[in-house]
């Protein structure tokens, strides 16, 4: 191993723009200068990716060198490395570049859905750009409308390539690919495809990562607009856990501040009918889940069945598609139990407007969701158990931030108030649903509690296994004492594990192929990193720093609910006794609240 | 060259990733192997590719589309290929170029009706010293002019025609 590896991570001495610096070996130089709060601007980096050096934006000078460097790409390696990061030399270089970047982004900002929240645009400003240098080259795209969930405007890219990164690193979809060269370079897909064809799970990483409005979600806004002001439709929205810990920073809270009871009174008074609380739903999913679950162990260690082990949590939809394409024959893992957002839309056409003696046809379900890969999920032909599309339209946090400055809201200002009964009370176990592990968390709250009748053995409830970043956990917890009913599990190690992020799902489904998982009982996949918290249509941006005060934000609210356990939703008991008559996985339950899966398969049919 | 329908991608693939490897990292020879073969790499090889090498289809046609020699749509039996770059360009490429469009009767980036000719611009070939140069196949043609363009085309037309 050379002298310069192993010292990796040493402290050494650098000087930056003439004062000296202390640095971790092996940094980049952007890394070394964010530390000490030296801005350099930056377009292709992002926390989230491997550095590229693509868009050289951040070129600063090393040691006097002939040529200018890509600071998000130079690691430091030499003790006393001088370092400049200011100079008309760079400030030219970087001036160029960015005149150069403005010559081929075609595009009106005040049109932009990045409008205000764009990279590009914020470097215009810093670089006091108030003409073009470079005429703009004519548009050569037709806006890309095809996905239900995500919008591509090319015209608007400057190929820095997160998108292709983000799907490649993150996502191990590689839906997109950078084609052609030299000025006829263009991000796309294989085959030129629309992005319906294409294989996409719709998980929106591309456009949360996206420096500029060259990817955004579909609308939904002006659909929802039109259904608040139509006097002759009743307007119901649930909302998803991971939203309340996020929406704030639209409007200027720092990342992590908690607004649940602020966005409930927004979206009053924005002109819902009636604000519901997604986590009812996961509350619900937990109950049939968990049953599933231990009916599947039954089947397996009882009467010998063979049934598919280990189960895998089937509530998102990115994950779903991805399991679809990419491992078609392994969909038998996947629990049946719909999403949350789709168990409450089925209830919502069925349940709720038979108690209220509301027309269904008469009802608008809108869902407020961290996603784009929901406006999918809503769209599958087969979410119609309730007779009508059970979910009319989905909002990401983003779209539903921009209705409520567009209403003219005051949002920090809003009182608090609560969700509207009979859906609004859920636990705090179906609230940490937004972070990764929180299914599985909330899953063994209850399933241990139904085996042994006793609280799970960890302090507070917090099983603080399931929780935090890694890519991929796994855990296990003995069942011991069970009651009765349950003695074939006595005594047995149930086996866990917890993915998030597809890349990390790839490495879970190729070790489940090869067997390795074969001692494994519950799996619980989120599409993206972080799980939902993360999710594609989150506010933007989101880092790990930013995703892990999201985090801290559910699990704090959870540990302040009165109810913590899914079983002890007053409301899902409720539904259970008077309508979902014959328990969970019962007939009912499963003609409303369980679905099939489509194995598609990535070999294209164009 | 042999045709591409009918072929069993699966089974094709497999023999040159055993011959190249099963990482990224063969890709290219792969790519040179089945575009020296079959004179294109079709949609499904690609697939075919990605899925051998465990990378994403979109990366095995990404990287294609950046290489002029590869391509994943069939071109003629010869491919007429004049250099773009500075030395040729110099020494009058143009005219050459016009020759060829005229003589064949397509622009560049065209083929020929009867599948017989494709016509592409290269980047250098190192015949700088002897330029306008052209490649035709694997086939270097130098010094060119106008008419000597036009003959070197017959010379092929006849030779493809009895083929």
Redesign the interface.
């Known amino acids: 191993m050379n002298e310069q590896v192993r010292e990796i991570g040493t402290q050494i001495k650098v000087t930056i723009n003439g004062e000296e610096y202390t640095a971790r070996r092996g940094s980049t130089v952007l890394e070394i200068c964010e530390d000490n709060g030296i801005p350099i601007p930056t377009l292709c980096a992002h926390d989230d990716l491997k550095p590229a050096g693509i868009c050289r934006i951040c070129v600063v000078d090393i040691n006097g060198g002939w040529n200018l460097e890509t600071a998000c790409t130079w690691e430091v390696h030499d003790p006393d490395t001088v370092i400049t990061t200011h100079s008309p030399r760079i400030r030219r270089a970087r001036r160029a570049i960015l005149e150069l970047l403005l010559a081929e982004h075609c595009g009106e900002c005040y049109t932009c859905i990045r409008g205000g929240n764009c990279e590009l645009e914020d470097l215009a400003e810093i670089y006091g750009v108030r003409d073009l240098r470079f005429e703009r080259e004519d548009p050569r795209f037709e806006p890309d409308t095809s996905s239900v969930s995500i919008y591509r405007d090319m015209d608007k890219c400057i190929q820095c390539r997160r998108c292709v990164r983000a799907c490649?690193e993150l996502q191990a979809?590689?839906?997109?690919?950078?084609?052609?060269?030299g000025p006829e370079s263009r991000v796309d897909?294989?085959?030129g495809m629309s992005f319906d064809e294409a294989?996409c799970t719709n998980c929106g990483q591309c456009v949360a990562h996206c420096p500029t409005g060259a990817l955004q979600e579909i609308d939904h806004t002006r659909a929802v607009w039109a259904a608040i002001e139509d006097p002759e439709k009743h307007v119901v929205v649930q909302t998803a856990p991971a939203i309340r810990a996020a929406i704030g920073e639209e409007f200027g809270l720092p990342p992590g501040t908690s607004v649940t009871g602020r966005m409930t009174t927004a979206l009053r008074d924005l002109g819902f009918d009636r604000v519901f609380d997604t986590n009812f739903a996961a509350d619900l999913t937990i109950l049939e889940e968990g049953t599933e679950l231990l009916l599947r162990l039954q089947a397996a260690l009882v009467e010998g069945k063979d049934v598919k082990l280990p189960q895998i949590t089937s509530c998102s939809p990115g994950w779903i598609k991805y399991i679809e394409l990419f491992y078609p024959d392994l969909v038998d893992h996947l629990s049946t139990c719909k999403s949350p957002q789709q168990m409450f839309g089925a209830l919502m056409k069925s349940f709720y407007a038979e108690e209220q003696g509301i027309d269904p046809e008469k009802m608008v379900t809108v869902s407020l969701m961290p996603c784009t890969a929901k406006k999918f999920e809503a769209q599958r032909p087969e979410m119609a158990d309730s007779g009508h599309q059970d979910v009319d339209y989905v909002l990401t946090t983003r779209e539903m931030a921009q209705m409520i400055k567009e209403a003219g809201i005051p949002f920090t200002q809003l009182k608090d108030s609560q969700y509207d009964e009979p859906f609004g009370d859920a636990s705090g176990a179906a609230l940490i649903f937004g972070a990764t592990g929180g299914v599985m968390e909330a899953a063994l709250r209850t399933a241990y509690e139904i085996v042994t009748g006793r609280e799970v053995p960890f302090e507070n409830l917090n099983i603080t296994a399931t929780r935090g970043f890694e890519g991929f956990k796994t855990g296990s917890i003995v069942l011991e004492d069970v009651l009765d009913e349950w003695s074939f599990l006595e005594g047995v190690e149930l086996k866990f594990g917890i993915a998030h992020g597809l890349a990390n799902a790839h490495e879970v489904m190729e070790r489940l192929r090869r067997g390795e998982m074969d001692d494994v009982h519950f799996i619980e996949i989120m599409a993206c990193p972080g799980g939902c918290l993360g999710g594609g249509g989150q506010p933007i941006p989101t880092t790990d720093v930013i995703r892990q005060a999201r985090a801290n934000a559910i699990y704090s609210e959870d540990e302040g609910l009165p109810i913590r356990k899914s079983h002890e939703n007053p409301h899902v008991n409720y539904l259970y006794e008077h309508y979902l008559t014959d328990g969970p996985c019962g007939h009912r339950s499963h003609e409303l609240l369980h679905t099939e899966y489509t194995p598609r398969g990535?070999?294209?049919k164009k | 060259m042999k045709a591409t329908a009918g072929v069993d991608w699966c089974e094709v693939v497999d023999a040159l990733a055993e011959k190249h490897d099963r990482k990224p990292h063969a890709l290219m020879g792969i790519l040179q192997d089945l575009q020296m073969e079959y004179g294109h790499v079709c949609?499904?090889a690609?697939?075919e590719v990605a899925l051998a090498l465990g990378?994403?289809?979109?990366?095995v046609?990404?990287v294609i589309?950046?290489y002029h020699f590869l391509c994943s749509e069939p071109k003629g039996q010869y491919v007429v290929w004049l250099c773009q770059t500075i030395s040729c360009d110099m020494a009058d490429k143009d005219q050459i170029a016009k020759a060829l469009s005229d003589e064949l009767g397509i622009s560049f980036g065209e083929t020929t009706g009867d599948g017989l000719f494709t016509l592409e611009y290269t980047n250098c070939m190192g015949m700088c010293d002897q330029a306008p140069a052209m490649l035709v196949n694997d086939e270097v043609h130098v010094s060119l002019t106008p008419d000597s363009a036009r003959e070197i085309i017959a010379g092929y037309r006849r030779e493809g025609g009895l083929g």
């Not at chain 1, 979809?173 to 060269?181: K, S, T």
């Open positions: 490649d979809v590689g839906a997109l690919g950078v084609f052609g060269r897909t294989f085959e294989v990535f070999r294209l | 949609p499904d690609q697939i990378i994403s289809p979109t990366h046609s990404d589309s950046f």
